[in-house]
């Protein structure tokens, strides 16, 4: 099956910083999404990105289908950035999740 | 506002009980999803329905149930077959027709612990 691998694991920045995380993963696929978990568990979506670059306010992202990644960029952090964000790569029928880059936002 | 509801949020089970999480949507989407979520790690998908009266099977569905009968329910049974039950239920939903663009939304989750 598809293998989902995400980078860093754990990432601490002072707030104001900008940070990049990666996704990468093992075989075509026609859906990707970012997710955001808050620390109480709340999944939300950031972006639907099976290809090509989308932007909403201070974060971006990128999927380069045919070299098997995906790039979120969050510019400017703030301490609400903070918590876990997860890549899920898939079809339509089924995602498959990574283990998902846990983010630290310090004032 | 339009959104997906689980319930409980906090639910403590002795060993052996059944236990049955609620999960209700007024998003109109035809898909729902049931994921659990165990301690540093990823979603793993339980069971799936893409249309009412039909459902299947994720990774693990071991040990659960499901049932659609109505379009926004899609309430997920853990059962005393489930040899390790504690941890975070996410139900999500997604429409599958052109009016929508594949994302996926999620309720707030229910944590059960099993005592």
């Known amino acids: 099956g598809i293998q989902v691998e995400q980078s860093p694991p754990d990432l601490i920045l002072q707030e104001g910083a900008n940070s990049t995380l990666r996704c990468n993963f093992s075989?075509?696929?026609?859906?990707l999404q970012w997710f955001h978990q808050n620390p109480w568990g709340q999944l939300i979506n950031l972006f639907y990105i099976p290809s090509g670059t989308k932007q909403n306010g201070r974060l971006s992202a990128t999927t380069v289908a045919t070299e098997r990644y995906s790039l979120l960029y969050i510019s400017s952090s703030q301490t609400t950035d903070s918590g876990v964000y997860f890549c899920?790569?898939?079809?339509?029928?089924?995602?498959?999740w990574g283990l998902g880059t846990s983010l630290a936002v310090n004032p | 506002d339009g959104g997906i509801t689980q319930s409980p949020k906090y639910l403590f089970r002795k060993e052996g009980q059944n236990v049955t999480l609620s999960c209700e949507q007024n998003l109109n989407h035809d898909a729902m999803y049931w994921y659990r979520q165990d301690p540093g790690q990823g979603l793993r998908l339980i069971y799936y329905?893409?249309?009412?009266?039909?459902?299947q099977k994720g990774d693990i569905a071991e040990g659960y149930s499901v049932s659609r009968e109505k379009k926004e329910s899609f309430p997920l049974t853990v059962t005393s077959a489930q040899k390790n039950p504690t941890a975070f239920y996410l139900c999500?939903?997604?429409?599958?027709?052109?009016?929508?663009?594949?994302?996926?939304?999620f309720g707030e989750g229910s944590r059960l612990t099993v005592l």
């Open positions: 075989d075509s696929v026609n859906n």
């Open positions: 999500a939903s997604k429409g599958m027709n052109q009016r929508y663009t594949g994302e996926l939304f």
């Open positions: 899920a790569v898939g079809n339509n029928r089924k995602l498959i």
């Open positions: 329905s893409q249309i009412v009266n039909d459902f």
